[in-house]
């Protein structure tokens, strides 16, 4: 994870839409909502008690056959991948979708009406930094069942390609691609969903998609069109006549693009990749790309990029001349031994901080913690990040030998290893949101012999002395 100097953005006003699921036919209604900094995105039930929440996390996919499910606490949103995608495609980072019911409005099959609804929302930036995903090396996943495979490869943007291949004569090999995120309203949004007529049969058979009609979802004929099949279609349609169009699609719909169905398959990853939680960086190449690759893509990518965050061990050349050392730690820190837990500051920018702590047997806790057993204990750890965190924030100030630190908060402590004497603990703080009056906001973590070992969230506030 990196954080970038890009502001997060949220939407200015509530704004709603209403429609039909497709599944369910039931009418709907969403509304969008701005949300707080480093909120992300979630889904709020509005039509059960207590309006449970339900946050686009790829953890929370449950079942991908006709879309992507989420469903937490046993509380479902089905079909959530085009409002996902135009969420992505709009630059939003935080957002809440509320709903009246488990499934979006199907709308036109596509994302545009959610698109147009966000800008007419309008968009605002935020105070806080964005925190994005940068791809290093390439990451993989295929399925050997189907053959189908997506990878992500380093770029300098987000960018996808989607290529489908159904091997029927009516819908061949198609690709769709997206360069760059800023062409996805006018390249992609529009690209509607599509069935193939043996799957419409099946739905219609389950009393499925309830809400399709021929506006809603592009029909490819791979088959032969009985008198029973078009008795259905007519009754679930509410047409008096169903044809067959020239290029193998059912009537009363005109095709976007020749590559409609590639384009709305990179809209479904765009929209299930959203499940990763961060904003990303890099090359995607989807090969026959469906809802189920996408949402297990999506989990391992997860998990590498948790995974990396706690892991991300800075590497210094110790025997290098720090950026301070302890006197002038000092005389930024108001802190004093034997209550100073800074060594050395490593480095030092607008929203970051590493600092080096050398723990020796001659620290004073040692003597009661524990006799016979030294260990450092954890609330020191927290106060030395902490500590590393203050020289972040006094830095902002013309006269920090003027002010104090104090804690205001802190959340999500974790202790993953003990701390001994002899080890070199080197912290790393970075800002969640910019300094604002004198509040400094941080996610922090210790390393020791290469590996995490206390990782926290923090709020403090410096004050001046009186």
């Known amino acids: 994870m990196e954080v970038l100097d890009i502001k997060q953005r949220t939407i200015k006003n ?17 509304t969008f909502k701005p949300a707080p900094e480093n909120h992300g995105f979630a889904f709020v039930r509005m039509d059960l ?35 996902l995608a135009a969420i ?41 930094y964005v925190q994005e995903y940068i791809v290093k090396e390439i990451i993989s996943f295929k399925d050997p069942g189907t053959g189908s495979e997506i990878i992500i490869m380093p770029s300098d943007k987000y960018e996808i390609t989607a290529m489908v291949d159904f091997g029927t004569k009516v819908l061949g090999t198609q690709n769709a691609t997206l360069n760059d995120i800023s062409e996805f309203k006018s390249e992609i949004a529009n690209a509607r969903t599509f069935s193939f007529l043996h799957e419409i049969e099946m739905l219609l058979d389950s009393n499925l998609i309830k809400g399709g009609d021929l506006n809603n979802a592009i029909v490819y004929v791979d088959k032969k069109l009985s008198e029973e099949t078009m008795a259905k279609l007519r009754s679930a349609f509410k047409k008096d006549s169903v044809k067959v169009k020239p290029n193998g699609i059912l009537d009363n719909l005109t095709l976007h693009w020749p590559n409609e169905a590639a ?49 991300k061990i800075p590497f210094f050349d110790l025997s290098q001349p720090p950026l301070m050392d302890v006197e002038k730690i000092m005389k930024i820190l108001p ?44 609330v020191l750890q927290v106060e030395a990040m902490a500590q590393c965190g203050g020289v972040l924030i006094l830095s902002t ?9 104090f804690f205001m908060k802190i959340e999500n402590v974790k202790f993953k290893r003990m701390v001994l004497p002899g080890d070199t603990l080197i912290f790393r703080a970075e800002l969640v949101s910019p ?22 969230l923090l709020m403090a506030q410096i004050a001046r002395k009186k």
Do not use: W
Not at 397 to 405: A, G, Q, R, S
């Open 14 to 30: 509530e704004v709603s839409l209403s429609g039909v699921g497709l599944h369910t036919g039931n009418k709907v209604k969403l």
């Open 435 to 456: 300094i604002r009056r004198g509040i400094c906001h941080m996610q922090a973590f210790g390393y020791a012999n290469n590996k995490l070992v206390v990782e926290a």
């Open 335 to 378: 802190h004093r031994p034997p209550f100073l837990f800074i060594d050395r500051i490593l480095e030092l920018s607008d929203t970051h901080v590493v600092g080096m702590k050398n723990v020796t047997m001659n620290e004073t806790f040692f003597a009661g913690h524990f006799p016979g057993k030294p260990v450092m204990p954890g």
């Open 88 to 128: 992505v495609g709009a630059g939003i980072h935080n957002i809440i979708i509320e709903l009246d019911g488990a499934e979006p409005p199907i709308m036109d099959g596509s994302s545009k009406f959610f698109v147009e609804t966000l800008e007419k929302a309008g968009i605002v930036e935020q105070n806080a």
């Open 49 to 83: 008690v207590g309006n449970p929440i339900i946050e686009a996390k790829a953890e929370y996919v449950v079942d991908t056959r006709r879309g992507t499910n989420l469903e937490k606490n046993g509380v479902s949103i089905n079909t959530s991948e085009h409002v």
């Open 263 to 311: 384009r709305h398959k990179l809209l479904d990853v765009m929209g299930d990749l959203a499940l990763v939680g961060v904003p990303i960086r890099g090359k995607v190449i989807a090969n026959k790309p469906g809802h189920s690759i996408n949402t297990q893509f999506a989990k391992k990518l997860s998990k590498i990029i948790k995974l990396e965050k706690r892991n």
């Open 397 to 405: 100030v013309p006269d920090p030998e003027n002010y104090l630190t």
